[in-house]
């Protein structure tokens, strides 16, 4: 059973960074896609963006060019690196794991993937 855990939230002024860490255990696969989503208070759960096994990634627009993704293949760990960030980034932050779509053509849909885990809260402001 895969297991997903959160890590790095906090709070940060405006046009500062965060760090965020999902730790995954138990399951081994060599090809699958992971995703960061988050969901502002009141609002529905958005996608930020996504890896695939291939290494290529893909953001929401609303963050490119100031997050990124990456992940640790040994420690099986993503990454989440926030930079810049606005008010508006204020959220629960959650990755995801599922099976293999490569990312780079679309993000794919919360539905797509099978692993969720608990959540980071991440709060923007002033």
């Known amino acids: 059973y895969v297991e997903l855990q959160e890590s790095g939230g906090g709070s940060v002024q405006p046009g500062g960074s965060l760090t965020l860490t999902c730790e995954v255990s138990?399951?081994?696969?060599?090809?699958?896609?992971m995703g960061w989503f988050r969901q502002p208070p009141g609002k529905e759960r958005e996608g930020v963006g996504a890896?695939?096994?291939?290494?290529?990634?893909n953001y929401d627009a609303s963050v490119k060019g100031r997050f990124a993704i990456s992940q640790d293949f040994g420690k099986i760990t993503l990454y989440l690196d926030m930079n810049n960030m606005r008010l508006e980034d204020t959220a629960m932050y959650y990755c995801?794991?599922?099976?293999?779509?490569?990312?780079?053509?679309?993000?794919?849909?919360?539905?797509?993937?099978?692993?969720w885990g608990q959540g980071t809260q991440v709060v923007v402001s002033s």
């Open positions: 995801a794991a599922g099976p293999y779509m490569p990312v780079s053509v679309t993000l794919p849909p919360p539905t797509w993937y099978n692993y």
């Open positions: 138990g399951g081994t696969y060599s090809s699958y896609c």
């Open positions: 890896i695939d096994s291939d290494g290529a990634t």
